[in-house]
């Protein structure tokens, strides 16, 4: 059998917007985290006789709640930062799909691999049958694009792929040549026929 690699990956539409909030986020991070650090500093240097006057869980509260907050709120932008300027990459290799999602153009996170036979159905997202099947119980409906509307080439695709944790029902924005590749690798009739 020969090999088949194609990959494609999609293109944020609002770039300029997403890689603004990225850069807001990731200094609003830091700045958290450097308010942590200097909170820590001040703690250290307090006058300690509020502790003689019998009443210590005021200062205790008083000391532990604001680092703890500071260090949470930078978590927060933290993961915050890999939800903007996400663009996801759809990668075939020999009958496995794999998908990756880049954030910001740098970092690069493997967000899922299947098997073409365990592909059911592929389809146009929005058609009569993708509405049944996200109708149906059990079925977990995951969005892999970044983008609200397709542009170009690219269109709307979902997958209806039955993994060890249930059906899902995955939504990619890809051109219709990579779904073309899938579907003949995969040998059999799992492109949607208008049913």
């Keep these: 059998m020969r090999e088949v690699f194609y990959e494609e990956a999609t293109v944020l539409l ?20 450097v308010l942590a650090f200097l909170w820590t500093v001040f703690i250290l240097y307090w006058k300690t006789d509020i502790f003689s006057k019998g009443n210590i869980i ?9 680092f703890v907050s500071f260090i949470l709120a930078g978590v927060f932008c933290l ?32 967000v899922l691999d299947f098997e073409t036979s365990q592909i059911e159905r592929v389809g146009p997202f929005g058609s009569k049958v993708y509405d049944r099947y996200a109708l149906t119980p059990g079925v977990k409906k995951i969005f892999l694009t970044s983008n609200k509307i397709s542009h170009d080439d690219y269109e709307f695709y979902y997958f209806l792929v039955d993994t060890n944790k249930g059906k899902r029902l995955y939504v990619i924005e890809c051109t219709k040549k990579f ?10 009739r799992i ?3 208008g049913e």
Aim: aromatic content about 14%; hydrophobic content about 45%; charged content about 20%.
């Design 191 to 193: 492109f949607e026929q």
């Design 58 to 66: 005021f200062p205790i509260l008083a000391m532990v709640v604001p």
């Design 14 to 33: 609002n770039e300029k917007g997403e890689v603004s909030k990225y850069n807001i986020l990731k200094i609003v991070s830091t700045l958290f985290f």
């Design 179 to 188: 779904i073309l590749t899938v579907v003949t690798f995969a040998n059999k």
């Design 79 to 110: 993961k915050a930062m890999n939800k903007v300027a996400v663009v996801y990459d759809y990668t075939f290799i020999s009958g496995q799909i794999r998908i990756g999602k880049v954030v910001n153009n740098k970092k690069r996170f493997n």
